[in-house]
């Protein structure tokens, strides 16, 4: 019973549709053209919006970043040069300690 009160006011609301749809036309357009205006103004920001981002990663990002790599490079091979001493030192009480052979004694011959 209820499909058949659906499809009468389904019938009415065409008849309203059709026979209003022609004054509605200009009220339609407007709207379009506010939403044409406002997704063309969101395309527009957007665009502004990416170039601003790849300004600031050219002029901020990447000389910070370059600029780190060569404080930490500079710091590593400081590093090393402080360390490379003391390197050299350890490694040859090492060998001294580790690779000394003292005279062996030839074996008593029978």
Request: aromatic share 10%; no cysteine.
């Amino acid at each position: 019973m209820a499909f058949g009160f659906f499809s009468v006011f389904a019938v009415i609301a065409a008849l309203i549709v059709l026979a209003f749809g022609a004054a509605l036309l200009p009220a339609l357009i407007v709207v379009g053209a506010v939403v044409l205006v406002l997704s063309l103004f969101a395309a527009v920001l957007g665009v502004v919006f990416r170039i601003i981002g790849w300004l600031l990663l050219v002029a901020l990002a990447l000389p910070l970043m370059l600029a780190t790599f060569g404080l930490a490079l500079a710091f590593g091979i400081a590093i090393l040069h402080a360390a490379l001493p003391l390197l050299i030192v350890v490694g040859i009480v090492w060998l001294i300690a580790h690779h000394h052979r003292g005279a062996q004694v030839a074996p008593p011959a029978r």
